[in-house]
Nanobody
Framework: QVQLVESGGGLVQAGGSLRLSCAVS????????MGWFRQAPGKEREFVAT????????YYADAAKGRFTISRDNAKNTVYLQMSSLKPEDTAVYYC???????????????????WGQGTQVTVSS
């Protein structure tokens, strides 16, 4: 069974930075496309960023472009989300997700991902 465990969330002031980590169990991490999503209270879970298994492709939601960077370390079975210039509207529970299909084309959809972590809270104060 694949397990994803996020860490690195917390309370930060607006303009600050955080780095989220997601550790993935198992020996096939390099075969997964990985994504980060977030969910604010009362809102639907939304796409933040994705990185392909071969590192060749990353993509960001408009709200994340220029401020967030997704990366992965296949030797450590870990995906990261570096967040900077944080805003109060970035406050949410952040989830990492893994897709192990041959082609994960609809990367912005929660339906595309097979495995999910439990989430880590990010709170940005004004």
């Amino acid at each position: 069974q694949v397990q994803l465990v996020e860490s690195g969330g917390g309370l930060v002031q607006a303009g600050g930075s955080l780095r989220l980590s997601c550790a993935v169990s198992g020996r096939t991490f390099s075969r997964y496309d990985m994504g980060w999503f977030r969910q604010a209270p009362g809102k639907e879970r939304e796409f933040v960023a994705t990185i392909r298994r071969n590192f060749a492709f990353t993509y960001y939601a408009d709200a994340a472009k220029g401020r967030f960077t997704i990366s992965r370390d296949n030797a450590k079975n870990t995906v990261y989300l570096q967040m900077s210039s944080l805003k109060p509207e970035d406050t949410a529970v952040y989830y990492c997700a893994a897709c192990d299909k041959s082609y994960c084309t609809n990367y912005g959809s929660t339906d595309e991902y097979n495995y999910w972590g439990q989430g880590t809270q990010v709170t940005v104060s004004s």
